[in-house]
């Protein structure tokens, strides 16, 4: 794209095993400025001229990062300008793990196109999460070539339904149900 800034798009981690698709820059940064297009597309968000970092952590990595224990998360993009994806994953040729990049680039639009990096508020972080969820999906559907395709690619996910609340200001009690990471707050939400 003329006009975009694209550096840094990659900040792997220097490890043998990084060897990985999303290592070659001028690819990554032809998938990353497509993805952020689609996702402007859905959302009407502006893409700003420079982009976020990607870095590649060990599965155990991430889940200590982030969680503080083990746990579900394959991605995570905290408040900054970094994208953290479990090693691994490749976002060149599994639609799935493709769509999880998806998830986080859409936070980082949501927090670009935001006078505040980090929600406010509960309903706002439920707000942002439940949209970045809603663009994954229909990003899914939408490059999948069939509804079998798309089905598998869900499957692989293996997600649970994101049913959640916040807290009630009556009881003080959180109103969470499923199987989802909301059971870590607003603040530590992995994906």
Same mark, same amino acid.
């Given at each position: 794209?003329?006009?975009?800034?694209?550096?840094?798009?990659?900040?792997?981690?220097k490890h043998a095993?990084?060897?990985? =698709?999303? $290592? /070659?820059?001028?690819?990554?940064?032809? %998938?990353?400025?497509? #993805?952020?297009? *689609?996702?402007? !597309?859905?959302?009407?968000?502006?893409?700003?001229?420079?982009?976020?970092?990607?870095?590649?952590?060990?599965?155990?990595?991430?889940?200590?990062?982030?969680?503080?224990?083990?746990?579900?998360?394959?991605?995570?993009?905290?408040?900054?300008?970094?994208?953290?994806?479990?090693?691994?994953?490749?976002?060149?040729?599994? =639609?799935? $793990? /493709?769509?999880?990049?998806?998830?986080? %680039?859409?936070?980082? #639009?949501?927090? *670009?196109?935001? !006078?505040?990096?980090?929600?406010?508020?509960?309903?706002?972080?439920?707000?942002?999460e439940y949209q970045?969820?809603?663009?994954?999906?229909?990003?899914?559907?939408?490059?999948?070539?069939?509804?079998?395709?798309?089905?598998?690619?869900?499957?692989?996910?293996?997600?649970?339904?994101?049913?959640?609340?916040?807290?009630?200001?009556?009881?003080?009690?959180?109103?969470?149900?499923?199987?989802?990471?909301?059971?870590?707050g607003p603040d530590?939400?992995?994906?």
């Amino acid at each position: 794209m003329p006009g975009v800034n694209h550096r840094p798009i990659l900040n792997l981690v220097k490890h043998a095993e990084d060897l990985h =698709p999303m $290592s /070659e820059p001028v690819a990554a940064a032809k %998938l990353i400025s497509a #993805l952020l297009l *689609a996702i402007a !597309s859905y959302t009407g968000f502006t893409v700003p001229k420079d982009h976020p970092e990607i870095a590649f952590l060990a599965p155990a990595e991430l889940q200590h990062r982030f969680c503080g224990l083990p746990c579900p998360v394959h991605a995570f993009f905290p408040p900054g300008s970094t994208i953290y994806l479990e090693q691994g994953m490749d976002v060149f040729h599994d =639609p799935a $793990s /493709e769509s999880i990049l998806v998830h986080e %680039l859409t936070h980082w #639009l949501q927090q *670009a196109n935001s !006078s505040h990096p980090m929600a406010q508020t509960c309903q706002e972080w439920l707000d942002r999460e439940y949209q970045a969820y809603d663009v994954q999906y229909r990003w899914l559907r939408d490059s999948s070539p069939n509804v079998r395709s798309f089905s598998i690619q869900m499957a692989k996910l293996n997600h649970t339904a994101l049913v959640a609340r916040c807290p009630s200001r009556a009881t003080g009690q959180a109103a969470i149900m499923g199987d989802s990471p909301l059971d870590a707050g607003p603040d530590a939400a992995p994906h």
